[in-house]
């Protein structure tokens, strides 16, 4: 049996699901997927990438204004 592929939201590589971090943006805060609504998927290799929060807003339809916000919560679903 197969496993399902997926693209990291910031360097666009396709890896197997389970080796990516899947996260969801809700209620102006990025948290890990809770089953319910739209999600994105980052690879571990990307998670100190410059791009990320670039593709983070880009993916989530926000404002790079909000720059502060995406780090905060970055910050707390990686430690």
Do not use: T, W
Request: proline share 3%.
């Amino acid at each position: 049996m197969s496993n399902p592929i997926r693209m990291c939201v910031v360097c666009r590589e396709r890896f197997e699901q389970k080796q990516l971090i899947r996260l969801q943006y809700r209620d102006l805060k990025l948290s890990l997927f809770n089953g319910q609504g739209r999600s994105f998927y980052i690879c571990k290799n990307c998670q100190n990438n410059p791009k990320l929060f670039n593709s983070i807003a880009r993916v989530c339809k926000i404002d790079k204004k909000h720059k502060e916000i995406l780090q905060e919560s970055l910050k707390e679903i990686f430690i």
